[in-house]
């Protein structure tokens, strides 16, 4: 029996409409992963929002180290944006951002066990709970070593990203905080195709297929025609073959290379609020 909640729920995280999340469901046994992929197949276009978030505002922050070789993002959610315009709540997460480059902590558990004014960071989170009065955690830890690793942080401290590329020069860090910039407005998958995991690529193709099935085209023609659209999901989805936003008439990686002929990235990290 699908719920009328069941229903809801589906329709804030994809914006499909109700009759076809109600349907969605049914044929998916309940699942909400497996019905949002059925709607897929159906050609439906889905915003995918999180219907299930509670601290969906806060800080994130980035930042490098003088050289430019390591980098962090650290964010620290709230439940309201009152909370996370205060100036003591961006201080404190910006002290905790410089702690995490500091020590470079290997992970999220690490760097709660951090000294942070003679408490953990941990427990300074839980100290500001019963400060403010409402739920506060470090929810993201990311970090990022290459010979240049170029910041960014969006407007009002939602958004940060870090690129990671190959070669080491003044040129490299400011295409770094171009293409930064690129992460932040696309919000790329993966750096290049080869990034992509092999589960995400076959449920393209397959998807790819129905849609051309559903279409009414031939059943000889399904795999020509997932294989074009898997080209177009990688040109949207990968970095490097993103048309540039600062420059549409070429790629981010055609970019890099009117840089530096050899200029690349090698790892991005994006974290935003929600």
Known sequence: MISAADVKNLRDTTGAGMMDCKQALEESGG??????????????????????????EGVVLA?????????VIVKVSSET????????????TRKMTQIALDVFPA??????????DGITIGEKITEQVGVIGEKIELASYERLEAETVAPYIHMGNKAA??????????????AGRDVAMQVAAMKPIAVDKDGVDASVIAKEI???????????????????????KL?????????LNQDFVKDSKQTVGAYLQSVDKELTVTAFRHVTLG
């Open 161 to 174: 990203v870090l690129v990671g590329l190959n070669k080491a020069s003044d040129a490299a860090f400011e």
């Open 63 to 71: 930042m490098t180290s003088s050289d430019n070789k390591r980098g």
């Open 206 to 228: 397959e998807i790819g297929k129905e849609v051309a099935r559903q279409e009414g085209k031939p059943e000889e023609m399904l795999e020509k025609i997932a294989m074009g």
């Open 231 to 239: 080209n177009k999901f990688y040109k949207e989805s990968t970095l």
């Open 81 to 92: 944006d009152f909370v996370a315009k205060n100036e003591d709540f961006v201080n404190m």
């Open 31 to 56: 699942d909400l992963e497996g019905a949002i992929e059925i709607l897929r197949k159906k050609g439906q276009k889905l915003s995918l929002k999180r219907a299930d978030r509670e601290a969906n």
């Open 107 to 116: 992970s999220l558990d690490e760097l709660l066990g951090q000294p942070y």
